[in-house]
């Protein structure tokens, strides 16, 4: 058994071929015409290191599974391999034109878009080729040194409603589970949908992001002996445990998009004792910045949408729905809460925290160092936090006792509307879980579970 295991770790490459699909002016989170430009840096920055040779890529490699994006990302992790470099990569529902699995028809190879069946043949040697194990989902089990397995799950389900998997699915998972174990083996995984809630607002605003049976399945992994999992999707950074019933701890180790801000690149060290994970960025790619910093660029574009669905909210309804769903909001939840939504975007152009203390006659909890920040601009540095997983306004700061105050006095009016909503029936709760979350999402050092309990 090898002393320790090294990796890099991306997710959500999210690759465009600006050359050959143009410019694009679709607003998103992530940077679709730069991505070229920022993986090719992230690749740099892995081949400039000799310490590590192991590469992971956790799903949704292309933009929409266009087919120039495809085969222009696997010549550039081809020269990861010439490199030296070990590469294995798990595909997702970005991966492939067709959304439903179901539906038969004959593949078209002269199609813009891939089909999902072509997938596993365009991604052989990268990780497939070299599995121990291999479900018919695309899903493998590859030996990445002498006592260390991946297990890199495939999670389409159908395609687009339903990313998890089957009752075979899970059979075979818990099966290289028991295999790994009973050869010495420690073996950890990673998926595409995140397995635990990335943040408690996650579920609640876009359940089917989440993977399918999240409430169950990490449980069932974790008393089958699967510590760890690497996930993605969601775009943001955290990490976070539960523990079972029978004292089993699970960890989801969620990484944001590699072509988002802020370029996060995990660099994972497995010993006897520990996996240590900490969070790296780019400093810079080949990209025209406008004289700005490029942490400050990739920041003012991911500040950008937001502000655009906060303009919309106000005075575009119909823009707010196509922009929001760049953070997994469903039309269905928003039309829902339309009203409140147009109310709450119209107050945010002008309201100032000191103003809203004032309205809600809590002026004096309201700290002079906040009370002239825009509510506007709070809202879009908070979701920001978020994504970054920098969620540090603690209790003690004038931010959160200014929040608090402004939402306890709200809560009796929202209340009335609540009729079970598990946001609305403790607003003030709900929001402290977004504003402050005092476990590290950048790094961590999780201890080896040696045994089963």
Same mark, same amino acid.
Request: include cysteine; charge should be negative.
């Given at each position: 058994?090898?002393? !320790?295991?090294?990796?890099?770790?991306?997710?959500?490459?999210?690759?465009?071929?600006?050359?050959?699909?143009?410019?694009?002016?679709?607003?998103?989170?992530?940077?679709?015409?730069?991505?070229?430009?920022?993986?090719?840096?992230?690749?740099?920055?892995?081949?400039?290191?000799?310490?590590?040779?192991?590469?992971?890529?956790?799903?949704?490699?292309?933009?929409? @599974?266009? =087919? #120039?994006?495809?085969? !222009?990302?696997?010549?550039?992790?081809?020269?990861?391999?010439?490199?030296?470099?070990?590469?294995?990569?798990?595909?997702?529902?970005?991966?492939?034109?067709?959304?439903?699995?179901?539906?038969?028809?004959?593949?078209?190879?002269?199609? %813009?878009?891939?089909?999902?069946?072509?997938?596993?043949?365009?991604?052989?040697?990268? $990780?497939?080729?070299?599995?121990?194990?291999?479900?018919?989902?695309?899903?493998?089990?590859?030996?990445?040194?002498?006592?260390?397995? *991946?297990?890199?799950?495939?999670?389409?389900?159908? @395609?687009?409603?339903?990313? @998890?998997?089957?009752?075979?699915?899970?059979?075979?998972?818990?099966?290289?589970?028991?295999?790994?174990?009973?050869?010495?083996?420690?073996?950890?995984?990673?998926?595409?949908?995140?397995?635990?809630?990335?943040?408690?607002?996650?579920?609640?605003?876009?359940? =089917?992001?989440?993977? $399918?049976?999240?409430?169950?399945? #990490?449980?069932?992994?974790?008393?089958?002996?699967?510590?760890?999992?690497?996930?993605?999707?969601?775009?943001?950074?955290?990490?976070?445990?539960?523990?079972?019933?029978?004292?089993?701890?699970?960890?989801?180790?969620?990484?944001?998009?590699?072509?988002?801000?802020?370029?996060?690149?995990?660099?994972?060290?497995?010993?006897?004792?520990?996996?240590?994970?900490?969070?790296?960025?780019?400093?810079?790619?080949?990209?025209?910045?406008?004289?700005?910093?490029?942490?400050?660029?990739?920041?003012?574009?991911?500040?950008?949408?937001?502000?655009?669905?906060?303009?919309?909210?106000?005075?575009?309804?119909?823009?707010?729905?196509?922009? %929001?769903? $760049?953070?997994?909001?469903?039309?269905?939840?928003?039309?829902?809460?339309?009203?409140?939504?147009?109310?709450?975007?119209?107050?945010?152009?002008?309201?100032?925290?000191?103003?809203?203390? =004032? *309205?809600?006659?809590?002026?004096?909890?309201?700290? /002079?160092?906040?009370?002239?920040?825009?509510?506007?601009?709070?809202?879009?540095?908070?979701? =920001?936090?978020?994504?970054?997983?920098?969620?540090?306004?603690?209790?003690?700061? #004038?931010?959160?006792?200014?929040?608090?105050? *402004?939402?306890?006095?709200?809560?009796?009016?929202?209340?009335?509307?609540? /009729?079970?909503?598990?946001?609305?029936?403790?607003?003030?709760?709900?929001?402290?879980?977004?504003?402050?979350?005092?476990? #590290?999402?950048?790094?961590?050092?999780?201890?080896?579970?040696?045994?089963?309990?």
């Amino acid at each position: 058994m090898s002393k !320790e295991l090294k990796f890099y770790l991306v997710t959500d490459t999210h690759y465009y071929s600006l050359k050959e699909l143009g410019h694009s002016n679709h607003c998103d989170q992530k940077c679709q015409n730069e991505s070229g430009a920022i993986i090719d840096a992230a690749f740099d920055k892995f081949i400039a290191d000799d310490e590590i040779d192991i590469i992971l890529i956790a799903g949704d490699l292309t933009n929409n @599974g266009e =087919r #120039p994006s495809h085969l !222009e990302f696997i010549e550039k992790l081809r020269r990861l391999k010439d490199a030296g470099k070990r590469v294995y990569v798990i595909t997702a529902t970005h991966d492939y034109g067709l959304r439903d699995l179901n539906e038969e028809h004959t593949i078209d190879t002269n199609s %813009s878009h891939v089909h999902r069946d072509e997938l596993r043949g365009f991604y052989n040697d990268f $990780g497939f080729k070299d599995a121990i194990a291999e479900y018919d989902r695309l899903s493998y089990v590859a030996q990445l040194a002498p006592g260390f397995r *991946l297990l890199a799950l495939n999670d389409d389900g159908n @395609g687009r409603s339903y990313c @998890g998997y089957d009752e075979d699915h899970l059979e075979w998972i818990l099966k290289q589970i028991k295999d790994a174990h009973e050869n010495g083996d420690y073996i950890f995984a990673m998926t595409h949908h995140p397995v635990l809630p990335p943040t408690p607002a996650y579920p609640l605003v876009s359940k =089917r992001d989440m993977l $399918g049976g999240y409430e169950t399945v #990490p449980y069932i992994l974790a008393d089958a002996g699967l510590q760890l999992v690497f996930t993605g999707h969601s775009h943001m950074l955290n990490i976070g445990s539960i523990t079972t019933e029978k004292g089993n701890k699970f960890w989801d180790v969620n990484t944001g998009s590699l072509v988002g801000y802020p370029t996060p690149i995990r660099k994972v060290t497995i010993d006897s004792e520990n996996i240590h994970i900490t969070t790296e960025k780019l400093d810079t790619f080949d990209w025209d910045f406008g004289g700005k910093d490029p942490q400050i660029y990739l920041r003012d574009h991911f500040d950008e949408l937001l502000n655009g669905i906060f303009d919309s909210m106000a005075f575009d309804f119909e823009r707010f729905v196509s922009l %929001s769903g $760049g953070f997994s909001l469903e039309r269905k939840t928003a039309e829902k809460f339309r009203v409140p939504i147009k109310i709450f975007g119209k107050i945010l152009q002008k309201l100032t925290l000191g103003k809203a203390g =004032r *309205l809600l006659f809590v002026s004096r909890k309201i700290d /002079k160092s906040v009370k002239d920040i825009l509510l506007k601009d709070l809202v879009v540095e908070l979701v =920001r936090n978020i994504f970054a997983g920098n969620e540090h306004y603690s209790p003690d700061t #004038p931010m959160y006792k200014a929040i608090t105050a *402004l939402l306890e006095r709200l809560q009796p009016i929202v209340k009335r509307f609540a /009729k079970g909503n598990e946001i609305l029936s403790d607003l003030p709760g709900f929001v402290a879980t977004l504003i402050y979350d005092e476990s #590290p999402d950048i790094e961590a050092v999780i201890p080896i579970a040696k045994r089963l309990k």
